[in-house]
């Protein structure tokens, strides 16, 4: 029995990486940094510091399938009680969001479907 759970376990391996799933678990996945048209985010614990982009970065929370965005304030930021929902997919070291539910315009437009790829 346990060298029929081992081999499953092998084989479900093998088929997640050839299919180029995440090895990453849960949201820690997400941390690092990442590229989209030279605008860096540096993915961190609890903020995202953005790079060339509109806003200075987020504040943010995660579960292993969602990212909710608060902008941090400035000029160009979303109103602070606008808080965006995305799910998030990394395959091949390559992030992308898609919307779930954003009330801010600007944010929405600008990252529901966006890729970005990670900095090694």
Known sequence: MRKTFAVVVIAFGLIAAACGESS???AEG???SWDRAGTIWDIGADAIVVTNGGVPGFSYTATDSTISLIDE???NSCNESQTGTYEWEI???QLTLTLLNDPCAGRSNALGGAMFDLVE
Request: aromatic share 0%; proline share 17%; hydrophobic share 35%.
């Open 24 to 26: 990453e678990s849960g």
């Open 30 to 32: 997400l941390i690092g």
């Open 91 to 93: 395959v091949e070291a």
């Open 73 to 75: 304030p400035s000029p």
